[in-house]
């Protein structure tokens, strides 16, 4: 059997597999974290609370109401989105004019709002939400065993990430959207509804994150606790890739779904230090992360 | 003058009730049986003990009738938040300040081994429900607490014995990188190899980890027979979720969960559970007595206990007992009349305290029930086997306790 580094190709082929797909979930929450950092400037630590909700709203949906996998794939977004935009146009607007560590502290006191608020009715058991049916089951690749829903979600991950890539670099409503950002008066003597547009951008932004909630739903068990620990890691991503840095994100977030798959082979017990090693290379050699731009 | 006079005559007053009080219940310290509840009550174990656990708690003090001798019993609880600093603190203050006379619940090992010192060093008392390492009645022993559930010595003799007897003598295991976990692997590994089986690999894994997925990748390409899982809470569920999704009992190996609560079979769902081995220390179902508490645990509560928050009940009952008995909180006495009763009630069997702290009773061994041969939404389990109260814990003999002469 060939051998890598000590450990059959075989394996070593699995771990890198493994990696992207976990990279996939990276880059779609930072997808969202540096949509919402590059354009609005807001640091948004009520992210991994928008995961969970996301998650939440998919299983709630289903227990409560009869709505599938797909149709929640859908609904969950728009719903955790509005909610996002609520909080944008009633909230964070407030302290716009700011420090940035203003709304840190905003969306961090939301966050464990809403996690505490669910750990009282459901617990931190979490709750299993069925894989559907057509996803279930998978295929022998030879050198592992991919489950079919593993695949699916890497597919869609990567189709999100390109498609959100492409509305705010390559269309006329992201050029609108960049330009508002960058100045703001001058975008509203043209007749642009710049507020409207840094609403939607939020709502969008936390869209993302609760479509990453559904995805992950028949993977991990739901619970109100399953985005704090997924923010930290998500957070490190986005700052070796730079914040902001809407293809930085996508990349950094496969790159490093890949570099903990290996760690997993080869020294398991850092598997959840190493990104944040990385971390530190980075903003040592290049402070303003792999992908952004000297400010 | 008036002032003064007012103060005067109000304090004779006050402390001539006192007195009277103190003299109807003559040995009750301030007289009320003061009980601290302290558990993990928003974090990874809150399902496992948590706001159920105080719910049992309470409900011993009203079956109890609310007072022992006349003094009326009185509840605190407070959040650990799994901190030995925060645990530590707490029951300092509950002792120092509130004159709390016994304590109960306690999760966390860390926690645990931390509050115990407390308790030693400030003569109390504490009843330990909810945690699982072994050293707490070995080595971290102290006269001043007892261990009432379970520990992980009976976890690794009654699950790992029971696989490698069936068959499964290859194993490959999968280990929580902290103290806890260690202990668990070094328990089963040891039981392994004595009864003939064989460890051919393992991964000690971060804590906590959401995903499995490489881990169990590698058990895979093991081919060990059965993968053992040392771990506890959200990362058991996760490994077994991840294994399910992989297909490792498809492919022929098996899991050997060796620390699985009742809520973690209810969160992940039969489906992804059936055939697990366990080993518990009670089960709702087994029989009429634990059935009928289980059934009035459930109308307050809305879940079935496991078997940490039975045990809250089970221990504060006897505890309560003991005061009555003795006639006195003073925790040196109430310890030797609870070590001198039998504890014999829903929940334990042939149970008795011993030197060392550690309450013995009954253990089971339990399968996971499959999805068609489960009636309703608790019925989880189907007991295999009992292991005698002496079996199961780690035998004096072998004990570091400083309380036990070898």
Known sequence: MTMIFGVPLAVFMGQLLLGLINGAFYALLSLGLAVIFGLLKIVNFAHGAMYMLGAFAALLGMRYLGINYWAALLLAPLLVGGFGMLIERFMLRRIGHLDHLYGLLLTFGLALIFEGTLVNFFGVSGARYPTPEVLQGGFQLGF???????????????????????????????????????????????????????????????????????????LYPVSPTMGSSLLI??????????????????????????????????????????????????????????????? | MTFIKKTLASSIALAAAT??????????????????????????YR????????????????DFGGSVNGAAIDVFSADDNNSADVGANTVRGWIDQDNVDMVAG???????????????????????????????????????????????????????????????????????????GHALEGDVTKVVEE?????????????????????????????????????????????????????????????????VFLNDVHAMGLETTQGLLLTTGWYWNMDDESREWAERYYERV?????????????????????????????????????AEMPVNDFFSRNGRIREDGRMVHDMYLAEVKSPEASTHEWDLYEILATIPAEEAFRPLSESQCKLVQN
């Open chain 2, 47 to 62: 399902d496992l003990a948590g706001p159920g656990g105080l719910e049992a708690l309470n409900m011993a003090v009203e």
């Open chain 2, 302 to 338: 809305g879940r079935m206990p496991t078997m940490v928050q039975a045990g809250i009940y089970s221990s504060t009952m006897h505890y309560l007992k003991a005061v009555e008995e003795a006639g006195t909180d003073d925790p040196e006495t109430v310890r030797a009349q609870m």
């Open chain 1, 233 to 295: 890691v998500v957070f490190a991503v986005v700052v070796i890739g730079g914040m902001g840095s809407i293809l930085g994100a996508v990349l950094t977030g496969l790159g490093m779904g890949l570099i903990e798959g290996l760690t997993k082979v080869y020294y398991p017990e850092a598997a959840n230090t190493v990104i944040f090693l990385v971390m530190i290379l980075v903003l040592l050699l290049r402070p303003a992360g792999l992908f952004g731009k000297e400010a």
């Open chain 2, 195 to 259: 009864n003939g089986g064989e460890i051919v690999g393992g991964v000690r894994h971060p804590f906590p980890t959401s995903d499995f997925s490489s881990y169990i990748l590698q058990a895979q390409g093991s081919g060990a027979k059965i993968v053992g899982l040392a771990n506890a809470g959200a990362d058991t569920v996760n490994a077994i979720n991840t294994a399910s999704q992989f297909g490792l009992t498809q492919a022929g190996q098996q899991l050997a969960g060796l620390l």
């Open chain 2, 106 to 180: 306690m999760v966390a090992s860390s926690v645990v081994i931390a509050v115990t010192k407390v308790l030693e060093e400030n003569d109390g008392l504490g009843i330990i429900s909810g945690s699982a390492a072994s050293s707490i009645t070995n080595e971290h022993c102290t006269p001043n607490h007892i261990h009432w559930v379970y520990d992980t010595y009976p976890l690794a003799n009654g699950t790992a014995k029971a696989i490698v007897d069936q068959g499964g003598d290859t194993w490959f295991m999968l280990t929580a990188d902290y103290a806890f």
């Open chain 1, 144 to 218: 592992m065993f991919l489950p079919a829903y593993r695949a699916w979600v890497l597919a869609a991950a990567l189709v999100v990430c390109l498609f959100t890539w492409f509305m705010i670099e390559r269309t006329r409503l992201g050029a609108y959207l960049r330009a508002g950002t960058e100045n703001p008066a001058l975008m509203q003597a043209f007749g642009v509804n710049v507020p409207l547009l840094v609403t939607l951008t939020y709502g969008f932004g936390v869209a993302l994150a609760a479509f990453a909630g559904v995805l992950a739903a028949p």
């Open chain 2, 19 to 44: 007195v009277m009080a103190t003299s109807a219940q003559a040995e009750m310290s301030d007289g009320e049986v003061r009980i601290g509840y302290l558990a993990d009550m928003s974090g990874t």
